[in-house]
């Protein structure tokens, strides 16, 4: 069964650097999400991308955060100077058309100290 | 505005209970689509069930039914028979084909099975 592949599985940095979160789509799907969760708390919505381009984004998703597909098959997130509180799992997902399933990756467990 | 409630936090049970997770949603779309996730202690999001606004019919998959009721917006979820491995945190979410299809989750029931 195809699947969303996301690296690093866990990742430390230190505030205030550069982290790329990176995935792999399934490779003919076309809507591409960030999902972001605090340590016990729900999974939030932070953007979608659809043609090239974010066709949605929360309010989390502020001027820190970007996404890249730069390949057609990387679809990656970079938050350029991280803080404390973006300590979370980082949940990439995709999905073949605007009505159909969703496939998670397994996510990225960032820890920023 | 797209909401979805899981008025349980914690729900703990004994072995071979059944159990029901409440879900009630809110929507003013006509088409949406509803979902169930279960969140084992290994942090995956693991797929249970999506449902379209436009059936209504209940379903069941072994031990896992759903109940779907428009004229309440629930979309409730029973285990019958618990098992210790049924342990997890399990997230009610809704999506609407007017938003762009993102996921907006409720904020999860934690399942406890003891034996």
């Known amino acids: 069964e195809p699947e969303v592949t996301q690296t690093p599985s866990h990742q430390v940095t230190q505030m205030g650097q550069e982290v790329i979160l990176r995935c792999v789509p399934i490779s003919n799907h076309l809507y591409f999400y960030w999902y972001r969760q605090i340590l016990g708390q729900k999974v939030e919505f932070l953007v979608s991308f659809y043609n090239n381009e974010i066709s949605e984004k929360s309010e989390i998703f502020d001027d820190q955060f970007s996404v890249e597909r730069p390949d057609g098959s990387n679809f990656t997130l970079k938050i350029r100077s991280t803080k404390l509180e973006d300590s979370a799992m980082y949940f990439c997902?995709?999905?073949?058309?605007?009505?159909?399933?969703?496939?998670f990756g397994s996510g990225t467990r960032l820890t920023v100290v | 505005a797209q909401k979805v409630t899981q008025a349980q936090t914690e729900i703990s049970v004994v072995e071979k209970e059944d159990v029901t997770l409440d879900c009630v949603y809110e929507?003013?779309?006509?088409?949406?689509?509803l979902f169930w996730y279960k969140q084992p202690p290994s942090g995956e999001l693991v797929f249970l069930i999506r449902r379209n606004s436009f059936d209504e019919q209940n379903e069941i998959s072994g031990r896992y039914s759903w109940n779907f009721q428009k004229s309440t917006s629930s979309f409730n979820f029973t285990i019958t028979a618990s098992q210790v491995v049924d342990s997890a945190v399990y997230f009610c979410?809704?999506?609407?084909?007017?938003?762009?299809?993102?996921?907006?989750f409720g904020q999860g029931t934690e399942l406890s099975v003891k034996p």
């Open positions: 979410a809704l999506s609407t084909y007017n938003q762009g299809g993102k996921l907006i």
């Open positions: 997902a995709s999905r073949g058309d605007r009505v159909g399933g969703y496939t």
């Open positions: 929507t003013r779309d006509t088409t949406y689509y």
